[in-house]
């Protein structure tokens, strides 16, 4: 009995220290509110759209006064010709991000907290943080004139080494195009990602590294054994974050570097086959159908990658 009722007592003031304290951080509550609305706005409502996928919507009979048609959209999806090769272009490109693109941030995370000279630091910082903040239209411009025929940075560099006699059209071959589109995704954003791992470095003990270095533990030990154990917790639930968007192979970068018909076989993922067939055609109960398929998809990876992550003590929920 006397368990009970401590635990009846407890519960109360438990309730109220957090409305005590959610008081005193009214003003920081404030500044949330913003965002709230911003996600319930543009992330929450239009989740009414995905009925067009069990419709045969129409823009001008509207959601009440197009027919439904139940899982129609969705088996003519799974039985299109791309089908599977959407699917296989979507799942290797996003592998080939994942695998390539989620350590290298970590990477040099890891090398810029082991430079000294603040100036130089500061200066490869920067220039590794700038190209997150141009827009793919600039980005891909960038990469067809470093790898166009005519006057291209790297046929004129392959060509004075004697590596080839003749420029390569590299954007019109499909054995070049995933080393290209995944090497121009991890240049873009490697700089700006590494910023959390660095500010989760920066909170390591440093009293662990003098431990580490009395114990004989040179700098690459000190990495594997103080450094990177440290920060798992962080890499873990981007890990996760990642994970859960793996469909997401890409669509800009894509559409943009990949817009020749020769590359379709080997760039067309979900996104821009959504476009393409969907949009583009005015099939938007198809795309619909296309798009809730792969965001299902997309929860389930989620909901898996945390359930493994819980067995290490780190997860999400």
Do not use: C
């Amino acid at each position: 009995m006397q368990n009970t009722t401590q635990l009846s007592v407890e519960k109360p003031k438990a309730k109220v220290s957090r409305l005590r304290r959610f008081g005193k951080q009214w003003d920081l509550q404030l500044m949330v509110i913003p965002a709230l609305l911003f996600i319930f706005v543009f992330s929450y409502i239009p989740m009414y759209g995905v009925l067009m996928a069990f419709q045969d919507y129409s823009l001008f009979e509207g959601f009440r006064g197009s027919p439904w048609v139940g899982f129609k959209h969705f088996e003519m999806f799974f039985q299109a010709p791309e089908f599977w090769t959407v699917i296989r272009n979507t799942v290797v490109i996003s592998l080939l991000k994942l695998l390539i693109g989620f350590p290298a941030p970590i990477i040099l995370a890891l090398m810029l907290n082991e430079v000294r000279g603040r100036i130089f630091k500061r200066a490869v910082q920067t220039i590794s943080y700038l190209p997150h903040f141009l827009s793919w239209v600039i980005v891909s411009g960038f990469v067809m004139s470093m790898l166009s025929t005519e006057n291209g940075s790297v046929n004129m560099l392959l060509q004075n080494l004697n590596l080839i006699k003749e420029p390569i059209n590299f954007l019109s071959l499909p054995q070049y195009f995933w080393t290209i589109l995944v090497t121009t995704g991890v240049w873009k954003e490697i700089g700006f990602a590494s910023i959390v791992y660095l500010a989760a470095i920066a909170g390591v003990d440093p009293h662990l590294h003098e431990a580490a270095a009395m114990d004989g533990a040179g700098k690459l030990r000190q990495i594997f054994s103080v450094t990177l154990p440290s920060i798992m917790p962080v890499v873990i639930v981007f890990l996760i974050l990642a994970i859960g968007n793996l469909l997401n192979a890409g669509f800009e970068d894509i559409l943009l570097l990949g817009s020749n018909p020769v590359l379709r076989d080997v760039g067309d993922v979900l996104d821009t086959y959504v476009y393409r067939v969907g949009i583009q055609n005015n099939r938007y109960s198809y795309a619909t159908a296309a798009g809730l398929f792969k965001a299902l998809l997309g929860v389930l990876l989620l909901i898996g990658a945390n359930y493994a992550a819980r067995r290490s003590g780190n997860s999400l929920w």
